[in-house]
Structures are given as structure tokens and as C-alpha cells.
């Protein structure tokens, strides 16, 4: 149990907005942030609209307001705080720039997607404004300009990437260009291979899992879920995709892989590695399928022998044995958390389920539904939460927490 007066160990305001989750490695508490500056300024693209704490004051144009149609210039930054102490051990500003375009208000933010570590190197992704490698003490080794992306809608960016042994896998899906996926060497940045991608905008995180002797590449998108090697880029197996907007992660398990997502529709995928080759749409390499109350922006979890699944962002839970699909439970809802960006944790037998209005849920692991504990701070929370040891971070609008017992 926590609360502002309870257990709480040190609570940190962060400058700037960002929905990057916490990452923790060593004394360290590493966490993206983009930091709005001065006056805004002319938009760089006159058909982009800013969301309002980017623009300054004034309406909407697009609602037929006559509000400054300008961005303010960001600092896209990358802290690392003292464990201990929240203290901040050191501060990065990797780029600074006028955003070309806005996100969704009050969704999105300039730094959503979040930072990677291998305990050497720390990567921070920022999109549009670039990929760059840390040292952990705050020195850069790399930087990598992808380019420009254009989302729809101006939805926002927000792809954080995957890294596996010393290869780090980059998805860069967009409607204002060619989308692709792209490996490049941890060390150097250098590029390794590049797939182009017939796809629209994509969120999620792709998965690299190691199956039969070889490291693949799960990356799901609106049209089409790929395999890829991550040694080649070639794609290894292909299925139907999942819906607009493909925000969840997906997860991995004992050969199986779990694809979702649910804006426009509902799709669940439970894929068996060891059939899939080629194009496995109508196979028997999918093991199980749903077509309703799969999540829209938070990513599963899987949990021993649990698959936990929120509906939409809503605070509506259902519980699956992962193997069959068989429901433990389903479309639970979760008292006094009601809407729900963060993907859930699991630790020591709890399953933490954080809200967007600052209850975090902790409920018993398993096949009953059982609340633990109902804890609420004054902040909201879309980043996922991290765990390490006895120790809880969570990174709201405003402040970073860090919980644990005195």
C-alpha cells in the first residue's frame, strides 16, 4: 500500500511531458522527457496543428479559433536520476528543435517512447528528432537521424526499440513516406539491413524472441504481423494484421507469441513459432484468436499462466490460460481505475494495474479475481510502471515515485 503520506521514498518532478516509462539498471533511474521552451514561433508545416501546451495559449484553429498557429521550441532530454535519492545524476539535452507537427491533446507527448539499456549503453528515441547512444554516465557515443515521420492525424510519435544481443530494431511506419523497419549495430548505429513496409502509422515495440537456433523480429502492424530474421531482415512468416493503430506490444511465451490490438475492431493473435512459415493467416500456427475487448493503447501482460488483457484504454479486465484461450475470467471492471494507458506488471504473485487518474490497482495473480490494494496519488499515469526488487517506480504527468517500505 502506498499513498502521498505512506511509503513513499522519494517523489521527483520532471520537467517538460513525456509518457516514457522509467528504466532502472544499477543506482540508476533513466527516463525521457521533451521540455517546451520560450515563445512559439511559425509552425514549421502550416498543416500541422499544436496541441495546446506546445502552442502557448489561444483556441484551437481548427476549430475555428484565431489562436497562434506556432510550436515552441523543444529540448528533447534524457535524465538519469540517483536510486537512492531522486537526485538527478546527470541531464542530456540531445536535440533541440521546433516539432514539425503536434500530437493528440492530451494523449500524446515528444517523448513517448521510452529509453533501453543493455547496462552499457542507453538509447533514447525520440522519433522525428533522432536516435542517440549514452553512456551510462551520460556521454554520447552515436547519433542517428531517421528522418521525418507524419503521422496521421498528427496523432503523435511514440516507438521505443527493441535490442537483442548487438542489434538494436527500429519500426518506422508513417503516412508521410516509405515506412520500414530497420536493425542497426548497438556499437556503432551503423545501419544492418532495412525492410520497407507497406503500413501506416505503427506504435508498438517489436519483439525479438529466440526460436530454433535464430533470433526473430515480431513486429505487428495495421495490415499485415511480420517475422522477420534479425540476422537477414527476410521475412520469415507473415500473418493478417491487427487493427488500426497498432499500439500494444506484443508478448512471448514458450514458442508462442501474442499479438493484439483494438481500436476499430478487436484482434487477438496466439501464434505458434514452431508452424509459422510463410503466410500463416487461416492456419494451424494460430493456436487461439479473439475478436472482441482486446486493448487499444496497453500492451498485455503474460504472467506465468495468465494472459492479462484490458479492453480498449477502459478499466475492464479479462484473464486467458495462454495456451488455449480459455478465460479465467473476463471483463472484470476495475474499480477506481477507469481509463488505462499503462500496460500492467506482475511481481511476486501481484499484478499492478496503474490509471490515468492515479489509482494504481494491485490485484492477486491467478485464476480469481482478487483485490489486494487500491492506492492513489496526486498525479495520473501512463508510463508503465517498472519493478526492481521491493522497489516501485512510477512516472506520472508531473512527478516520478519511487515506492518502497522505509
Known sequence: QWSETENIAWKVEIPGRGSASPVVWGDRVFLLTAVPVGDPVAAPDAAAEPPPDARGNGRRGRRGGRGPRGFRLHQFTVMALDRATGEVAW????REAVPHEGFQEPNGTYASGSAVTDGEHLFAFFGSWGLYAYDLDGNLQWEVDLGTRRMRNAFGEGTTPALHGDTLVVTWDHIGGQSFIVALDKSTGVERWRANRDEIDTWATPLIVEHDGRAQVIAPAMDRV????LETGEIVWQSRGTTMNAIPSPVHADGIVYVMSGYRGSNLQAIRLSDARGDIAGTDAILWQLDRDTPYVPSPLLYGNALYVIKSNDGILSVFDPVTGTPHYQLQRLAGVPNIFASP????????????????LVIAHGPRYEVVASNTLDDGFDASPAIVGDELYLRGAQFLYKIAEP
Request: charged fraction near 15%; avoid cysteine.
Open 345 to 360: 506488471v506482475g511481481a511476486a504473485g501481484r499484478v499492478y494495474i496503474a490509471g490515468r487518474d492515479g489509482t494504481t
Open 91 to 94: 541531464q542530456q539535452i540531445a
Open 226 to 229: 511480420y517475422g522477420y530474421d
